[in-house]
């Protein structure tokens, strides 16, 4: 493996963060990050608005190495440094937005009723105004309470809220979602591109009608990664883990339907979420998942691994 025979070199947490927690260091990455290429010592001192060349220049070596580059043509931001910057220009780490329920236009996969959106603590919360949607959970407040359930929610970085109406932000979360989502499917760790394990879980004394007193949930399997890298971890239904399979995305897009365009889904709203579970088994898991548009149906079988072991799909009359 790649792993085992590569050298790591660097900082602590402790390191990286006192590197960076620094009014000056701070501007010098958010100059680079600007530039379409390497600055010289002289363009980037005049940049960055420093009266001090000498201790401008200890603050540049500081940070060289590790978040930003020397080059022959100048000095150069890395990765690391520009995802610092992005950290703090999209307000992961400075702003905690609020917005109360608001109604947006979006339909519930279920009933059809409208959806509505609330944000706070980095997530879209997401309810159903009639039927009890996904899972039964506590509301997080009396500003965000509902008599049903939710549909979930989706992490989303404050920079997501900004200028957009309730709709609006309702349909950047499903994209941000889904864009995780292709890379939790393909094993990837969207945060750290650490490896993604996947499994899955089944209630077994599950009911079969709305949402179960024993799980909370609609559906009784529920699919679960999490990254042995950074710890990420998420759970949910079957796009977090199936997303990326090539039957999936065809069954989709021959429908017209685009994972990352939410608009495309409004003539088939439950194309992902409204689907039927067979559990076949419980020792050894094995579950039959059934997706439908119009009279076209795909079943993807899982096994325990949350591998597709057999894939079936029926075409009707009008899709044949």
Request: net charge negative; charged share 25%; hydrophobic share 35%.
């Amino acid at each position: 493996m790649v792993g085992d025979d590569t050298s790591t070199s660097g900082l602590s947490p402790d390191e990286a963060f006192a590197l960076v927690a620094d009014e000056t260091r701070l501007g010098i990455l958010r100059t680079l990050s600007r530039a379409d290429e390497p600055l010289a010592f002289s363009t980037l001192f005049e940049r960055s608005d420093y009266d001090t060349r000498s201790n401008f220049s200890y603050h540049l070596d500081k940070l060289a190495g590790h978040f930003i580059s020397r080059t022959e043509a100048g000095y150069a931001i890395r990765q690391t440094g520009r995802r610092i910057v992005e950290a703090v220009l999209s307000g992961t780490v400075t702003e905690d937005p609020i917005v109360h329920r608001k109604p947006t236009d979006r339909p519930c996969p279920f009933c059809g009723a409208p959806v509505e959106v609330s944000y706070q603590q980095e997530r879209v919360e997401l309810f159903c105004t009639e039927c009890a949607g996904f899972f039964r959970q506590e509301a997080s407040g009396p500003q965000f309470a509902t008599e049903f359930g939710t549909l979930g929610h989706i992490y989303l970085p404050p920079a997501g809220v900004q200028g957009r109406t309730p709709t609006e932000l309702h349909n950047a979360a499903v994209v941000w979602s889904n864009l995780e989502s292709l890379g939790l499917s393909a094993g990837v760790c969207p945060r750290c591109s650490g490896t993604i394990q996947q499994s899955m879980t089944v209630c077994e004394d599950h009911a079969t009608e709305g949402v179960c007193a024993h799980c909370d949930r609609r559906y009784a399997a529920l699919f679960e990664v999490e990254c042995s890298t950074c710890h990420y971890s998420s759970s949910g239904i079957p796009n977090l883990c199936l997303l990326a399979e090539t039957e999936l995305l065809a069954f989709l897009t021959d429908h017209g339907l685009n994972p990352l365009v939410p608009e495309t889904h409004e003539r088939a709203p439950g194309a992902l979420g409204d689907y039927e579970e067979d559990i076949r088994s419980t020792d050894p898991v094995v579950v039959a998942l059934t997706f439908t548009v119009d009279d076209d149906a795909l079943t993807l079988t899982i096994d325990e691994d949350v591998s597709v072991v057999d894939v079936t799909r029926e075409r009707g009359t009008e899709s044949a």
